[in-house]
């Protein structure tokens, strides 16, 4: 039988230094959540403004040769890849510079509870894989006051770009202050050159579903007054009752029919069958 343990709040242990068994600092949820949101909207039927096959990813390990040990961003973007198609076919499990041709265009490291280097160490190795630019989300600030820095390559190392547009690949970065997942926060967010974030396609779905509801809003609105000019031109003051259970169909289709048939029908009973059926 197990025991369901329980902590009272002034018992929990400090969780803020916990790492892996490798010493890599343990990610939280809402740094899964901000890594899916860099990498997802490539794939949601967001509207992308890059005309070239790319490739997006999240905790995915880069390998600029065999014997290379690896490192693993939270989110990298590379542009202009080989074998777009079928890397997945070949069971390319990493991003393998041999694979692809070239190292990704922008790497995102985004800083944990307990920092891993990023402005260090890594620094210093992403630089050696000649990856154009480097950005550092510090949303906790840990590291700085400075909530994000950029970093682009410069012969062999890094120096700070003072704003986080990439004209090369057409995007860029900017905090947003929204709700992602049913959580409001800010997160990073990619935009276009007027700094409008990348919409996901949930986004885009919804805003044309609110779209969609205020027209339909509207017709509704025309046809209840055209439906009571009806009712009261036939059948006088007796149409007040079932006016209000008219008023609450939200069937646009159903309000167009029952306007074409107030000529025809004899009773409002006869009306109601139009409804209630």
Known sequence: MITEMKLLPHEYPDTSNMILEDDTPLDSFINEKQQRLLATVFYSGAEIPINVPFIVAANVGLFSHV???????????????????????????????WEFGKPPDVVIEIVSPTPGNELGSKLTDYAQLKIPYYVVYDPLQKLSETVLQVFQLQFNSYIPKNDAWFTDINLGLTLWNGRFENINGTWLRWCDADGNVIQTGDEIAAEKNLELSQKDAQIKQVLLLAIEMGLKFKFGDEYLGILSEISAINDVKLLERIVTQIPQVSSMDELRKLYSE
Not at 73 to 90: A, M
């Open 67 to 97: 014997r290379d040990s690896g490192i693993v961003p939270d989110v990298f973007l590379s542009l202009n890849i080989i074998g777009s198609e079928e890397w997945w076919e070949r069971n390319v499990s990493s991003y393998l510079f």
